[in-house]
Nanobody, 115 residues
Framework: QVQLVESGGGLVQPGGSLRLSCAAS????????MGWYRQSPGKQREQVAS???????NYPNSVKGRFAISRDSAKATLYLQMNSLKPEDTAVYYC?????????WGQGTQVTVSS
């Protein structure tokens, strides 16, 4: 079955950096458009980055220039480098395909940006 296992979250001060990882299995990772999503308490889940099989990336304005998504298809692993973090980036971060598989959500990884 499909498994998406996120890791790398934690507590970081404003302006700091984190690198998230997502280990994928159970589907053809190499042929899937992949994305990172986040959800804050009381808010809907939102997509914050996507990457095609060819390496083309896309970001919303809220994270553009600060976040960078990448993938290693040989390892079936997705990454999200997050720099210049802000308190409003605090959320649980998830990876999934684009569009997301409704039953494929993992447990996510908590990112807390606070001084």
């Amino acid at each position: 079955q499909v498994q998406l296992v996120e890791s790398g979250g934690g507590l970081v001060q404003p302006g700091g950096s984190l690198r998230l990882s997502c280990a994928a299995s159970g589907f053809k990772f190499g042929t899937a458009v992949m994305g990172w999503y986040r959800q804050s308490p009381g808010k809907q889940r939102e997509q914050v980055a996507s990457v095609t099989t060819g390496g083309s990336t896309n970001y919303p304005n809220s994270v553009k220039g600060r976040f960078a998504i990448s993938r290693d298809s040989a390892k079936a692993t997705l990454y999200l480098q997050m720099n210049s973090l802000k308190p409003e980036d605090t959320a649980v971060y998830y990876c999934n395909t684009v569009p997301p598989g409704s039953d494929w959500w993992g447990q996510g990884t908590q990112v807390t940006v606070s001084s």
